[in-house]
């Protein structure tokens, strides 16, 4: 059984108390102590920036090159917190709540409640670093709603709300670098994790300039290396994000938990043809404003889908509004499992709108009316035109999304302010992720893992606009005050030296396999088995899975991952820039990790959150949960082959909710 | 449609480095500009060549990393996107496209089509920040009120990606128009103003240390930015800069 390290006493004291009684480490040891944290997006940046601040002696690392660009930058929407600004009855106990539920009841009370209670915090800190977020007109701060709540609690800056909470994280780890407090590596990427009598003693990184390979040692490792969405190829991820460093991590006895929980994003522009290698999501904050559909007839679904009919042909009594009709009470706002369930049920129906016949309607038209009549009452227009409304609508909408619907257009080549965008659900987060204890340190003694890169409070669905928040929290204001607590027993520990034979060992590790990759020199290029990994978890592992489909795919994966290791091809060195050697070292690992997936997905026996077995659903096509033999985590360990890994069960406990059926109607 | 691709290759920052021609068949019009490259690399790795090493990730326009100059402009032939958002459709068949690094005496070429843009980094190393520590134990988010045209104006600054598009579009390699972005975001907001002196003079010069040239107003750094970032900030960063020399008596 794992233990979790969960503090005693009530919910809401757990972490204040803890932190009054974790170990702390004094200024002029803090300088005797190194640090490594990998990764540098929203979790990273901040850690790095935090631990730096208080101290420690921290090298970060990203593969980038600068952490300004690590994929959190890409975050649209918005970021969470209770701060019941809009007085309508937010608290930091239904952020958690909404949380626990959306989540599906597969998370641990206590670190979502964490996450709740600092939430606040984020806001306040951000702000006083100068994000400039989304005001209204008497000067304070806005918000707007997400799905799987009531409450409007998102804080946004346009459709860039990831980029600007980076830079902020960015502006204070670019501080530390000035001080000296952090060395930073840019365009290094780590390729091993380093133990020495069971702890996580360092890395072994490559310049991805020169192709060196270099030896960092450190007192305790930090894995900020974001989610592993790219398993499946085509995903809103940035093209370079991947899982080897926890891969690597798990490889030498980090569990990992819950692999085969991953997010399908319900809006996502559809996929256009076979060159197609990203898929780019359309923030959740439009289901505020969007109303989605499909045509109510086949008949014009499939003359939509010829060309011979325009959505604005259908008129409004042959239209389903599938979302506001099935889950009345959350409408277009539902959680974003059910909105992409929901989205397959319709196309696979054939109601879908695309030539692909995989697309539905999200169509602002209703907006555009509703803001312009408020605009032009604002602006004191009596009687204005049908037309003069809807313009005005439009700048509203533009004020909020503008640079979503730009991209739309640029992408597309239509004009959503016009004709209604065409969208369908793609893979976008991973909730599972490396397990970590209430501290995020892993079961690896001195391995912490922060953000999307551990599986901790989301459980087996991620509610929007709080993967920002939990990656802040944990950079911020979790791992610092935990850290300490480890970190206090080798204040006399001293530098860790590189030329111990733990460190041979894992370079040696590493230049093996690379010289493996380089010397296959076979057929196929590295992203034609990444594509036939991709299309077997999308056909498989994806929106839906059954036990038969589970099992065949575990077995392609192993053959696909055969004939990759045979027969690929990737051309130039290793001792320069190799970018195609590079993503082979990535896909390589995801070809394992695919089928842990599997292998995780096929041992659950029930459905929940974005896991879907067809063999468990209510008769309504809901997920059929199974909370008697499956509430809990379950944290695989690495046996040598990932479709016989080792299952470890942490048992959940709901002391402070109660387990109910999810429903949105 | 047909097109012809001619590419800088140079395998290294020492090596001199050319243009080579590569013929690109059946290209469609849907496709990405990074996708037909990944076509084209596809092919080439094939046939046993180096592919054309170039930066990308996010490929939706905002981490920055992308940077090409696509038949001289940086970005491409489109206004305010980004080169992984620029389309195949912007071209013809038997068109010609000659493909380029960002050029800057201070962005080495690294390979082909990737730079370094490490002195970016080190301008905001120099101060751009707020010298706010992470603790959390600041000021409630709502305590200060800030006018919404104000905070709208910081927030279109700091849409900057740090692309680098502005410095490759100058012809004197300026980089006034990435240093304006940043200053003038803090310069707007309360919370930037109690370092506003500081901030500006170091940012300016470790940008002069880093070898950018001067601005000479010609505004081709603006055209060209995905962004769009407004050479407005060039005019107040250049207001900042006077405040803080008499300021500071420099
Ligand atoms: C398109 C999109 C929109 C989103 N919108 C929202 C939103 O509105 N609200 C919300 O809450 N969430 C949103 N999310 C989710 C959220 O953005 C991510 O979950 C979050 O940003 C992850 O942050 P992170 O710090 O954990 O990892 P990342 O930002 O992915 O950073 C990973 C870092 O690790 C480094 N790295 C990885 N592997 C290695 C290695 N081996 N060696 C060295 N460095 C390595 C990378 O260089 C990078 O610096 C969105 C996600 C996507 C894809
Ligand atoms: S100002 Fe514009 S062109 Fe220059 S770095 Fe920023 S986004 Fe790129
Ligand atoms: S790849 Fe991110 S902006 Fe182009």
């Known amino acids: 059984m794992m233990n979790a390290k969960i503090p ?94 959306g989540g599906d009841y597969r998370s641990r009370e ?145 569990l990992f938990a819950n692999p085969c929980f991953t997010q399908i994003h319900p809006t996502c522009i559809p996929v256009s043809g076979e060159f197609q290698s990203k898929l780019t999501l359309m923030s959740e904050s439009l289901r505020n404003d969007g109303r989605i559909w499909v045509p109510k007839n086949l008949e014009d679904a499939k003359a939509i889908r010829e060309g011979k009919l325009k959505p604005k042909d259908i008129s409004e009594e042959n239209r389903d509004y599938y979302l506001e009709r099935r889950y009345p009470a959350f409408g277009n706002l539902v959680p974003r499992d059910v909105a992409s369930r929901a989205a397959k049920e319709r196309c696979d129906a054939g109601h879908g709108v695309n030539k692909t016949g995989e697309a539905v309607y999200l169509d602002f038209a209703f907006a555009f009316e509703r803001y312009g009549a408020t605009e032009a009452k604002l602006r004191g227009e009596l009687n204005p035109s049908k037309e003069r409304i809807i313009e005005l609508g439009r700048e509203i909408v533009a004020d909020k999304y503008g640079n979503l619907f730009q991209m739309y257009e640029k992408i597309t080549d239509d004009n959503p302010y016009y004709t209604p965008m065409m969208i369908y659900p793609a893979v976008h987060y991973t909730m599972g992720g490396l397990w970590v204890d209430y501290n995020l340190m892993t079961n690896v003694q001195g391995l912490y893992a922060c953000g999307e890169a551990n599986f901790s409070d989301h459980g087996a669905n991620r509610l929007g606009a709080s993967a920002l928040m939990q990656g802040l929290a944990d950079g911020y204001f979790v791992l610092p005050y935990t850290i300490g607590d480890y970190l206090a027993s080798d204040i006399r520990t001293g530098t860790i030296k590189t030329d111990q034979p733990a460190f041979d060992e894992a370079e040696n590790n590493v230049r093996d396999r690379i010289n493996k990759l380089m010397a296959a020199k076979g057929t196929n290029t590295v992203d034609f088995y990444h594509r036939k990994l991709g299309k077997v978890m999308w056909d498989k592992c994806g929106m839906a899975r059954n036990e038969s489909g589970l099992k065949e795919a575990m077995n392609e994966i192993r053959e696909i991952r055969e004939e990759f290791w045979r027969d690929v091809k990737i051309p130039g060195t290793a001792d320069s820039m190799n970018p195609e050697l590079d993503k082979a070292g990535r896909v390589a690992d995801f070809m394992e990790l695919g089928e842990l997936m599997c292998l995780d997905a096929l041992g659950r026996n029930e459905s929940c959150g974005g896991h879907f077995r067809e063999e468990y659903q209510t008769h309504e096509g809901e997920a059929l949960r199974d909370d008697d033999n499956f509430a809990y985590v379950a944290a695989w360990q690495y046996t040598g082959d990932p479709g016989k890994a080792k299952l470890n069960k942490e048992n959940l406990y709901f002391e402070n909710v109660e387990l109910k059926q999810r429903s949105y109607k | 449609m047909n097109l012809t691709l001619k590419i800088w ?81 912007k071209f013809n068949d038997g068109d010609t496209i000659h493909i380029e690094p960002f050029r800057a005496k201070s962005f080495p070429v690294l390979k082909d089509l990737t730079v370094d843009r490490g002195a970016f980094e080190r301008i905001m190393q120099a101060g751009g920040f707020i010298s706010v520590n992470t603790s959390g ?38 980089a006034m128009l990435f240093v304006s972005a940043k200053v003038s975001q803090l310069a707007l907001l309360p919370q930037g103003h109690t370092e506003r002196t500081e901030r500006v003079l170091k940012m300016v010069h470790q940008m002069d240390a880093e070898g950018f040239g001067t601005c000479s107003n010609t505004g081709a750094c603006a055209a060209e930015c995905p962004k769009e970032i407004s050479l407005d900030n060039i005019a107040r960063l250049n207001r900042e800069y006077l405040r803080a020399s008499f300021v500071s008596g420099e």
């Open chain 1, 8 to 101: 005693t006493g009530p919910l809401k004291d757990k972490w204040t108390n803890h932190k009054d009684h974790v170990n702390l480490v004094n200024p002029a040891n803090k300088r005797n102590i190194d640090i490594i944290v990998v990764g540098t997006g929203l979790a990273g940046a901040s850690a790095a920036a935090s631990l730096g601040e208080m101290g420690y002696k921290v090298k970060a690392f990203c593969f980038q090159d600068s952490p300004r660009r690590a994929h959190s930058i890409a975050a649209q929407g918005g970021i969470n917190a209770a701060k019941n600004y809009q007085n309508d009855g937010d608290s930091v106990f239904r952020l958690f709540y909404d949380t626990i539920k």
């Open chain 2, 9 to 89: 290759r140079q395998k290294s920052p020492d090596d001199k480095g050319g243009m080579v021609t590569y013929p690109m068949k059946d290209v469609e019009s849907h496709m990405s500009f990074l996708e037909m490259l990944d076509v084209l690399n596809n092919d080439l790795i094939t046939k046993g060549e180096e592919p054309v090493a170039f930066d990308h990730d996010c490929r939706e326009g905002i981490c920055g990393t992308c940077s090409m100059v696509i038949n001289g402009r940086p970005h491409g032939p489109d206004s305010a996107i980004t080169t992984c958002q620029l389309h195949m459709r």
């Open chain 1, 110 to 254: 206590a670190n979502v409640y964490r996450l709740a209670e600092v939430s606040g915090d984020i806001i306040d800190q951000c702000v006083a670093q100068g994000v400039p977020f989304a005001r209204e007109y008497g000067g304070l701060l806005d918000n707007r709603s997400f799905g799987g709540v009531q409450v409007s609690r998102t804080f946004y800056a346009k459709g860039q709300t990831g980029q600007q909470l980076l830079l902020g994280a960015y502006s204070a780890l670019s501080r530390q670098i000035a001080k000296g407090n952090v060395a930073m590596y840019n365009r290094h990427e780590m390729l091993e994790l380093v133990m020495i009598d069971g702890k996580a003693r360092g890395i072994i990184a490559r310049d991805l300039v020169t192709g060196a390979i270099e030896r960092h040692s450190a007192h305790a490792v930090v894995l900020c290396t974001g989610g592993y969405g790219n398993a499946f190829y085509l995903s809103t991820n940035a093209m370079a994000s991947n899982v080897s460093a926890a891969w690597k991590a798990h490889r030498n006895g980090a």
């Open chain 2, 137 to 174: 134990n600041t000021i409630d988010a709502n305590t200060i009120p800030i006018r919404k045209d104000h905070a709208d104006m910081a927030f279109d600054a700091a849409t900057c990606i740090g692309c680098g598009a502005c410095v490759a579009a100058c012809k004197n390699s300026s």
